[in-house]
């Protein structure tokens, strides 16, 4: 996955206020607005969306493409209006709690295709990874904390909706990383901000030769060399 940054010009006016966020829980959002692409609803909310002056952290397309409109330590607006009685508390704090997420999608159920939910997973483990988040508790629909219908398909089908908050708990494929501009996906895991890779994946990575002794280090063994041998201990 490929994160794009598409900044929104800071100002209200572009929903982005520039006030400061520690995330606390991410909230999932479709864009109502079958078939249409990331870019544009990215352009809606530079252009104010109709006035509303709202926003997102991230907009993930059709394509699987993601943007980022606004840094995961600025308040986006995107989950801080009632719509009902019952959230009429927690409404007004959402957005300086939440890293908001926009959804595309194809038509007007509002279910996401397999290229928007691959691209949704892996953003929102990455998320839940690097703000140390748990899914089954931070990650919550636009309706969990505002009472709006949205994402419909998710708040009409609740077990979808768990499905999805199960997926994002299981350990991804592999990690994708950008080698020389170019993506590639790689057998690894990221664990407490650190990649961890086998030695003969990162041999197939990075042709040529590699301070041993570092990478071992790295690994947690010990390495000494005696009588013209290299000797490793491993934890």
């Not at 394509?63 to 330590?73: I, S, Y």
């Not at 009685?85 to 959804?103: H, V």
């Not at 299981?170 to 590639?184: D, M, S």
């Amino acid at each position: 996955m490929i994160i794009t940054e598409a900044w929104l010009t800071k100002g209200a006016a572009h929903g982005r206020t520039g006030q400061s966020m520690v995330p606390q829980g991410i909230v999932v959002h479709y864009v109502a607005n079958p078939g249409s692409t990331a870019q544009a609803n990215r352009n809606w909310f530079e252009n104010g969306a109709g006035g509303a002056r709202t926003s997102a952290h991230y907009i993930v397309g059709l394509a699987g493409e993601v943007l980022q409109l606004v840094p995961d330590t600025e308040r986006a607006m995107h989950a801080g209006k009632s719509y009902g009685t019952a959230w009429n508390q927690m409404a007004p704090t959402n957005n300086a709690r939440y890293i908001g997420i926009e959804c595309c999608h194809p038509d007007a159920t509002g279910k996401f295709n397999t290229k928007t939910m691959e691209s949704l997973l892996t953003l929102l483990r990455r998320l839940c990874t690097v703000h140390k988040l748990d899914p089954a508790r931070d990650i919550r629909r636009h309706y969990d904390v505002t009472g709006k219908n949205c994402p419909a398909y998710y708040v009409k089908y609740p077990d979808a909706w768990q499905a999805l908050v199960d997926a994002c708990k299981q350990a991804p494929a592999g990690v994708t990383v950008n080698l020389n501009g170019t993506p590639r996906t790689i057998n690894a895991r990221i664990e407490a901000d650190r990649l961890y890779i086998t030695l003969a994946e990162l041999a197939a990575l990075i042709p040529g030769d590699v301070p041993l002794r570092a990478v071992c280090e790295a690994a947690g063994c010990q390495v000494t060399f005696k009588d013209g041998l290299v000797h490793i201990k491993t934890a």
